[in-house]
């Protein structure tokens, strides 16, 4: 009767996988579809709809976009979060479970709120919509991660390994720079694939967002689903897919293989 039972559930998780990957295994294949036409079986293999994509200038302007504004956000998130899980992992002071709560609540709160709540808060203060707002705006979603995964890392590391670099002379900036932060790469690594990831995908705040006329890749999409259904969209799909899956995959194997060959 187990055994039955553990088939079942089996063959249902193997069903939803299945029902979750295969629209995104659906835009991979037509992606080199020869055919202008999306279906199946397809026509031809074909890297025309490419080679279309860097012949077009709103899709390549639309990338550089997304790919700056990650850049940036992965950058800001991390050197936050590390700060952040610091002083929440490593000291004591009044307010702390109200900080760490604030850290979290963008995880917690629906994005859509989230959105229109800052840009009614900014439009009562009067501030136009541009590109530092959208910088802060995805920096405030990617934090939340950053700082779990990052805590996470730091609370298996013990401070007895600062306290002994300074103990030999070590400021407390040295004992930090050389002791924990190397021993927090791996984590600061990761949670800046995360923030990069969560950035370049984002659609739903960078709508409120974004200034008017400054498009994003999910942004381009849209507003290219807005007119037809065009096997560019298939190329693109395939390309942001290569990027938020395969980039932070390879990364993250390079990044426990140079950090096995430390330990070793």
């Known amino acids: 009767m187990q055994l039955k039972v553990w088939n079942l559930i089996k063959g249902y998780t193997i069903l939803v996988y299945i ?49 700056i504004l990650g850049l940036c956000t992965a950058f800001l998130a991390t050197i936050l979060g590390i700060l952040a899980s610091l002083a929440l992992v490593r000291y004591r002071f009044h ?12 995880v917690l709160v629906p994005e ?6 800052l840009l009614i808060f900014l439009r009562w203060l009067s501030m136009p919509r541009s590109f530092l707002l959208l910088l802060l705006g995805h920096t405030m979603i990617a934090l939340p991660f950053v700082v779990l995964v990052v805590q996470a890392r730091l609370v298996g590391i013990s401070k007895e390994y600062e306290d002994a670099a300074k103990s030999l002379g070590a400021s407390p900036l040295q004992a ?14 990761a949670g800046a694939l995360f923030a990069f990831t969560i950035s370049f995908d984002n659609i739903t705040a960078t709508v409120f967002w974004r200034p008017s ?14 007119h037809s259904v065009s096997p560019e969209i298939n190329a693109l799909g395939f390309v942001m897919i290569v990027v938020t899956v395969g980039i932070p995959a390879l990364a993250g194997g390079l990044a426990r293989l140079y950090f096995r060959r430390r330990v070793e």
């Open 19 to 67: 029902f979750m990957f295969a629209p995104v295994m659906v835009v991979m294949v037509l992606a080199f579809n020869s055919s202008q036409f999306g279906g199946f079986p397809i026509e031809g293999f074909s890297l025309r709809w490419f080679h279309a994509l860097l012949e077009n200038d709103a899709i390549v302007r639309a990338f550089k976009t997304s790919a």
């Open 95 to 106: 307010g702390k479970e109200l900080i760490t709560t604030v850290l979290i609540s963008p």
């Open 112 to 117: 859509t709120v989230l959105a229109v709540g």
């Open 176 to 189: 930090f720079f050389q002791i924990t932060l190397p021993l927090l790469m791996p984590a600061a690594f």
């Open 213 to 226: 006329g400054m498009e994003t890749v999910p942004t381009q999409i849209l507003g290219m689903l807005r």
